[in-house]
């Protein structure tokens, strides 16, 4: 371990760096990786050292299978709750933020629909509701609102799901304008031939074509500017995602071969957006004196594993996270977790 004394103890001048690092200055981080790998563990891990550093902070776990909650000992909720007097920590509850998502979605389309389809529209957004990605959608916008509108804290440390809600939050502005101006377009085509059709169809005696009829103009700016209003949220969102002096994102895998293949994909993905990864932590690492035969092996097997991350995630800020034999749950716990740099060469 790079900073041991003769005895396997860490050297007591090399502690404070090893609680302290990585220094973390961004508003934002982001914390990402597999299933299982330690993301919950190391994300309360980092905001509680920034607590302790009297840092205002609040963590936000929004992997729908939350155990955040059980990482810190406390049950959460979907607002804020202090766990510490510098450190808050939230769940964002999938089912209230979908309620949520889609009643804005409602109001918003009611804004220029024909009143007569309201009806089928809410049938329509029930079944959308429970559509693959509804949540994640409400999830994404949840993250967004938070990164954009609060003043309150230093620091929020987002637990994320192990889908990489990361690499979508950057890829929602394009999509979002894609949708949008499409939409637009769209009904600027519907508006013209609905104005000509009224010709033809308008039943009224006085009936007078106009095609500039204030009150459906009115209904339909006001749905726009819903709509302008959320692409603004995403790409201010994406605009703080890509400034590295906002936002860090850390990545934690764990020393086998699928983690680290994921882990250089990852890596990739944030690239082709001009990312840099922050750092990454390689978790549950076996400390090598070991003296039964079965430790060993795993010592042996991990090694191989390490040599590779080396190899291939060499240009990259790494930080060992040993495995811990107490039970990493609480505050008082998750804030003296080691994070050991590796030295880069
Ligand atoms: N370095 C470690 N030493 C010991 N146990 C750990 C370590 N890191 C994580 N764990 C444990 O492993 C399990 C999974 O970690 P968790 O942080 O919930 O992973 P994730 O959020 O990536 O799914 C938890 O029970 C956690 O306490
Ligand atoms: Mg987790």
């Given at each position: 371990?790079?900073?041991?004394?003769?005895?396997?103890?860490?050297?007591?001048?090399?502690?404070?760096?090893?609680?302290?690092?990585?220094?973390?200055?961004?508003p934002i981080i982001f914390v990402g990786?597999?299933?299982?790998?330690?993301k919950t563990?190391?994300s309360a891990?980092i905001a509680s050292?920034l607590a302790?550093?009297?840092?205002k902070t609040l963590i936000v776990s929004t992997d729908p299978?939350h155990s955040l909650g059980?990482a810190l000992?406390?049950?959460l909720a979907s607002k804020p709750k202090k766990i510490?007097?510098?450190l808050d920590a939230m769940e964002l509850d999938a089912?209230e933020v979908?309620?949520?998502?889609?009643?804005?979605?409602?109001?918003?389309?009611?804004?220029?629909?024909?009143?007569?389809?309201?009806?089928?529209?809410?049938?329509?957004?029930?079944?959308?509701?429970?559509?693959?990605?509804?949540?994640?959608?409400a999830i994404l916008e949840s993250i967004c609102k938070l990164i954009t509108m609060q003043?309150k804290y230093?620091h929020i440390v987002f637990d994320t799901a192990?889908?990489?809600h990361t690499?979508?939050l950057?890829?929602?502005?394009?999509?979002?304008?894609?949708?949008?101006?499409?939409?637009?377009?769209?009904?600027?085509?519907?508006?013209?031939?609905?104005?000509?059709?009224?010709?033809?169809?308008?039943?009224?005696?006085?009936?007078?074509?106009?095609?500039?009829?204030?009150?459906?103009?009115?209904?339909?700016?006001?749905?726009?500017?819903?709509?302008?209003?959320?692409?603004?949220?995403?790409?201010?969102t994406?605009?703080?995602?890509?400034?590295?002096?906002?936002t860090?994102?850390?990545?934690?895998?764990?020393?086998?071969?699928?983690?680290?293949?994921?882990?250089?994909?990852?890596?990739?993905?944030?690239?082709?957006?001009?990312?840099?990864?922050?750092?990454?932590?390689?978790?549950?690492?076996?400390?090598?004196?070991?003296?039964?035969?079965?430790?060993?092996?795993?010592?042996?097997?991990?090694?191989?594993?390490?040599?590779?991350?080396?190899?291939?995630?060499?240009?990259?800020?790494?930080?060992?996270?040993?495995?811990?034999?107490?039970?990493?749950?609480?505050?008082?716990?998750?804030?003296?977790?080691?994070?050991?740099?590796?030295?880069?060469?």
């Open positions: 371990m790079a900073f041991e004394n003769g005895n396997g103890k860490i050297a007591p001048w090399a502690l404070w760096m090893l609680l302290m690092i990585p220094e973390i200055k961004t990786g597999k299933g299982g790998v330690g563990t190391l891990s050292k302790k550093e009297k840092k299978a059980d000992d406390i049950k510490t007097p510098f089912y979908t309620e949520k998502h889609f009643k804005g979605i409602e109001e918003t389309l009611q804004g220029y629909a024909d009143p007569r389809m309201f009806g089928k529209i809410k049938e329509h957004l029930e079944l959308a509701k429970e559509s693959p990605g509804a949540q994640e959608a003043d230093e192990p889908t990489g690499i979508r950057l890829s929602l502005p394009s999509i979002m304008s894609a949708w949008t101006e499409g939409l637009m377009r769209h009904q600027r085509e519907q508006e013209k031939i609905k104005n000509a059709a009224e010709v033809f169809w308008e039943k009224k005696k006085d009936y007078k074509f106009n095609p500039f009829k204030p009150s459906k103009k009115n209904r339909w700016d006001r749905a726009l500017e819903k709509m302008e209003a959320r692409r603004e949220l995403f790409l201010q994406s605009k703080t995602l890509i400034d590295p002096s906002k860090s994102i850390y990545l934690v895998m764990i020393p086998q071969i699928l983690p680290l293949e994921e882990t250089k994909r990852a890596v990739n993905a944030l690239k082709k957006f001009s990312i840099k990864c922050a750092g990454i932590f390689v978790n549950q690492i076996i400390p090598k004196e070991q003296e039964s035969d079965f430790w060993q092996t795993q010592v042996l097997k991990q090694g191989e594993i390490l040599d590779k991350i080396e190899k291939f995630l060499k240009d990259q800020q790494r930080f060992y996270v040993y495995l811990s034999p107490r039970d990493l749950r609480g505050v008082g716990e998750l804030e003296n977790i080691e994070f050991t740099p590796v030295p880069m060469h």
